[in-house]
């Protein structure tokens, strides 16, 4: 009788410590699962990933770390054209040209550019979007820790362009997370030197950043160019109509004077001052001969005004082919 209460009181004892056990076991799976939650997201979500050949290239391109990888891939990342990719991404009005793509819904979806001059925008625009994603995963510890890092680091910002771009999401979403999640993005992709505690945040992804940045300046680099000849030749065409200008004051003023020595030349010409009247003459024929220089002159200008605002239009147009390419609303041409 005592034996079968013994191994009955066991029993319960085993019992309860198998519930205990199995209570914190459950309890540190469930602490676990919460602490690698993204881990655990990404893998599941990047298990049947199938890249196409673009999204190939830029995750090539992009020279990721594995966890880097692991999130594009778990974001299904894709490289669409204009059609498609305004069905996936309708991009907001604010968005800039430097960057278009988009991170909704867990996935990135990256507009498909196929021009030579804007090589690499594919590559910076995932890249973007993939900083996006990284922002997601972090806590609420390490986006107020990177509040403080993006702050700093901003306040250092002397490059107007990059300025511009910070200010114009600033006005539309506010000075917010997603202010943090906007200038996380913008800085990882375009700024060179961000600091070594922010460059230990992109290292997670990133092998080599700066490579990003290289694509950047590269890309951006033709709308510059094209920029600063448009630019120039404004000049051009502003120094040549201030030369025009005076020129044509100075026809007005010498016409002027020629209309009053003509009228001289007619008093004289019945007149006994022979001398005086030949002086006359000749006085009106030379300016004649600096009227006529100037006519030409203005000729002259003219047709060089006329073919600088040629050669304007010629590059204005494409660098606005260029922008066409990097706009989702912009069909593209056929070409017989």
């Known amino acids: 009788m005592q034996n079968s209460q013994n191994t009955r009181s066991k029993f319960r004892i085993l019992s309860t410590l198998f519930l205990w056990v199995t209570f914190f076991g459950l309890l540190a799976v469930g602490f676990w699962g919460w602490n690698n939650k993204w881990e655990i997201h990404d893998r599941w979500s990047a298990r049947n990933y199938e890249a196409t050949t673009d999204s190939s290239r830029v995750l090539k391109n992009l020279n990721l770390t594995s966890k880097g990888e692991l999130v594009?891939?778990?974001?299904?990342?894709?490289?669409d054209g204009k059609g498609k990719f305004k069905t996936l991404c309708p991009v907001e009005r604010y968005e800039q040209a430097s960057v278009l793509g988009c991170y909704t819904q867990r996935k990135i979806y990256v507009l498909k550019v196929d021009e030579p001059k804007l090589s690499g925008v594919e590559e910076v625009t995932a890249a973007h979007e993939l900083l996006h994603a990284k922002f997601e995963r972090m806590d609420e510890d390490q986006k107020v820790k990177l509040k403080s890092l993006l702050g700093a680091l901003?306040?250092?910002?002397?490059?107007?362009?990059?300025?511009?771009?910070?200010?114009?999401?600033?006005?539309?979403?506010?000075?917010?997370?997603?202010?943090?999640?906007e200038k996380f993005a913008i800085f990882g992709t375009q700024l060179a030197d961000v600091g070594p505690e922010l460059e230990e945040v992109y290292s997670?992804?990133?092998k080599n950043r700066t490579q990003i940045v290289e694509f950047y300046k590269k890309y951006n680099g033709e709308f510059k160019a094209v920029e600063a000849q448009v630019v120039g030749f404004d000049k051009q065409l502003e120094d040549l109509k201030a030369q025009k200008d005076k020129l044509e004051n100075d026809l007005k003023v010498?016409?002027?004077?020629?209309?009053f020595r003509q009228g001289k030349i007619e008093e004289l010409q019945n007149s006994d001052g022979r001398e005086e009247y030949a002086s006359e003459v000749k006085r009106y024929n030379n300016e004649v001969g600096a009227y006529n220089i100037k006519v030409e002159q203005i000729k002259t200008i003219i047709a060089e005004y006329n073919q600088i605002v040629e050669l304007r239009n010629t590059v204005a147009l494409s660098a606005k082919d260029l922008q066409d390419k990097l706009d989702a609303n912009v069909e593209e041409k056929n070409v017989d």
């Open 72 to 79: 594009y891939k778990a974001s299904k990342t894709e490289v």
């Open 204 to 206: 997670e992804y990133f």
């Open 154 to 181: 901003e306040s250092e910002i002397t490059d107007p362009e990059t300025l511009s771009l910070v200010a114009s999401y600033k006005t539309e979403i506010g000075d917010g997370r997603d202010l943090d999640n």
């Open 254 to 259: 010498l016409n002027e004077d020629l209309e």
